[in-house]
T-cell receptor
Framework: GQQLNQSPQSMFIQEGEDVSMNCTSS?????WLWYKQDPGEGPVLLIA?????ELTSNGRLTAQFGITRKDSFLNISASIPSDVGIYFC?????????????FGTGTRLTIIP | EPEVTQTPSHQVTQMGQEVILRCVPI?????FYWYRQILGQKVEFLVS????????KSEIFDDQFSVERPDGSNFTLKIRSTKLEDSAMYFC????????????FGQGTRLTVV
């Protein structure tokens, strides 16, 4: 089946630092989505990417849809305490005739005081 | 802002009992989903539902699971005979039709099977 691997698995940074995480797949996706999950909560959509090569920003967040359609990255600039959480990439592919999001393994972000 | 709502937020049930998890998707959305997340693990797809029928289901979604849209607003997940390994967070999600595949998630129901 389709698998999405995220790296790094976890990050420990200081407030104010920039963060970069990525997601790679064995399969092509038509859409890449990035979600953030706080403990005990549902995933919250951060950014959606629809075209290969697309670079999209949402405030301090920037994400790109890789040219090969098999990868994506998410950058967070000038991290703040509320950025703490787990970040998931998710891919959607219509090529297989399916209707689901496949989630990545997650990157846990921790801010060290 | 419209949101997906799920009830209950937490359900404790005995092994072998039936549970029904309820969801109210965003009102003009047409695709509905259930996902599961075992503690500390990634979000796993269970089933998608469109036009009053299942679009796709995963290997996890076996005969003990079923989904229903009993009226114009609710979307339910029934687990017929719960097992200990069904303990997880269950998330409902919905999206609009067409090319926008952004799915919006509810807050989840924490199911604990004892």
């Amino acid at each position: 089946g389709q698998q999405l691997n995220q790296s790094p698995q976890s990050m420990f940074i200081q407030e104010g630092e920039d963060v970069s995480m990525n997601c790679t797949s064995s399969s092509i996706f038509n859409t890449w989505l990035w979600y953030k999950q706080d403990p005990g909560e549902g995933p919250v959509l951060l950014i959606a990417l629809y075209k290969a090569g697309e670079l999209t920003s949402n405030g301090r967040l920037t994400a790109q849809f890789g040219i090969t359609r098999k990868d994506s990255f998410l950058n967070i600039s000038a991290s703040i305490p509320s950025d703490v959480g787990i970040y998931f990439c998710a891919g959607h592919s219509r090529d297989f005739g399916n209707e689901k999001l496949t989630f990545g393994t997650g990157t846990r972000l921790t801010i060290i005081p | 802002e419209p949101e997906v709502t799920q009830t209950p937020s937490h359900q404790v049930t005995q092994m072998g009992q039936e549970v029904i998890l309820r969801c109210v998707p965003i009102s003009n959305h047409l695709y509905f989903y259930w996902y599961r997340q075992i503690l500390g693990q990634k979000v796993e797809f269970l089933v998608s539902f469109y036009n009053n029928e299942i679009s796709e289901k995963s290997e996890i979604f076996d005969d003990q699971f079923s989904v229903e849209r009993p009226d114009g607003s609710n979307f339910t997940l029934k687990i017929r005979s719960t097992k200990l390994e069904d303990s997880a967070m269950y998330f409902c999600a919905s999206r609009d039709s067409g090319d926008r595949t952004e799915a919006f998630f509810g807050q989840g129901t924490r199911l604990t099977v004892v």
